[in-house]
C-alpha cells in the first residue's frame, strides 16, 4: 500500500536515500532507524511542568539534553504509518508515538488526541514538512510545527521544531540516524 506521504505529497525530487523512510513499508515489514539526536526538549524550564503531562501521553518531554540516543520504528497499518521513537535519556526511556493518516493528520500520543495536520514539499532534495492546523481533542491550539528531513551522507537528518505565538520555540530535537526496511519477525520478543 502507498505510503501516507505517496499519496498526499509530490515527491519528485526526494533525495533517493529519503525514499526508503517516506516510501511505501511493504506488508509484514517494519521500518527501523537508529541515531542520536544533538538535541532534545527546550531550555525553557517554566515549560516543564506542560511538558511532563505531555511526556506522559508519549507525546514530548520535560528535557533539555544533548547527545540523546534513539531509535524509531514505523509500521504500516491500514494506510496510515505508526510510529515509535524512542528517546534513551540518562535518566531513562521515554516514548513517543505518532500515527501518520493517509490524509497526513499526526495524531499524537497514546490517545492520538493531538493532531497536526500536514502539508510538505521536496526542496534541494530535502523534505519539508509544515504544520497547518493543531488540535487537542478538537480544539484549535495556535502553534505551528516544522520539520525537516533530508540526507546528510550515508545518514538521514531529522530536525523538528515545535513554535507557538508569544512564547517562541516551544520544543525542538534534531539529530541523525540510519534507516533500514526489515521483516517484522526481527523485532519480535
Known amino acids: ?38 538535541i532534545v526538549g527546550t531550555p525553557k524550564r517554566w515549560l516543564w511542568p506542560v511538558l511532563w503531562v505531555l511526556g ?63 502539508r510538505g514539499a521536496v526542496e534541494n532534495g530535502a523534505l519539508h514538512l509544515w504544520s497547518t492546523g493543531l488540535r487537542y481533542r478538537g480544539i484549535r491550539i495556535p502553534g505551528r510545527v516544522d520539520v525537516t528531513e533530508r540526507s546528510d551522507g550515508d545518514l538521514q537528518h531529522v530536525a523538528v521544531a515545535i513554535t507557538a505565538p508569544i512564547v517562541g520555540r516551544v520544543y525542538e530535537y534534531s539529530g541523525h540516524f540510519s534507516y533500514e526496511i526489515m521483516e517484522h519477525d526481527v523485532l519480535a520478543p
Not at 509530490?10 to 536515500?17: E, K, S, V, Y
Open 1 to 38: 500500500m502507498t505510503s501516507p506521504y505517496e499519496a498526499c505529497l509530490n515527491l519528485d525530487g526526494l533525495d533517493p536515500r529519503l525514499r526508503r523512510y517516506f516510501g511505501e513499508i511493504p506488508a509484514g515489514s517494519v521500518g527501523v532507524g537508529r541515531g542520536v539526536f544533538d
Open 56 to 118: 506522559r501521553q508519549g507525546v514530548v518531554f520535560p528535557a533539555w539534553s544533548r547527545d540523546v540516543p534513539f531509535t524509531v520504528v514505523n509500521r504500516p497499518d491500514a494506510g496510515a504509518l505508526h510510529g515509535i521513537r524512542t528517546f534513551y535519556f540518562a535518566g531513562g526511556d521515554r516514548a513517543m508515538v505518532d500515527s501518520i493518516s493517509p490524509t497526513l493528520v499526526d495524531s499524537l500520543g497514546t490517545r492520538g488526541q493531538y493532531r497536526a495536520t500536514l
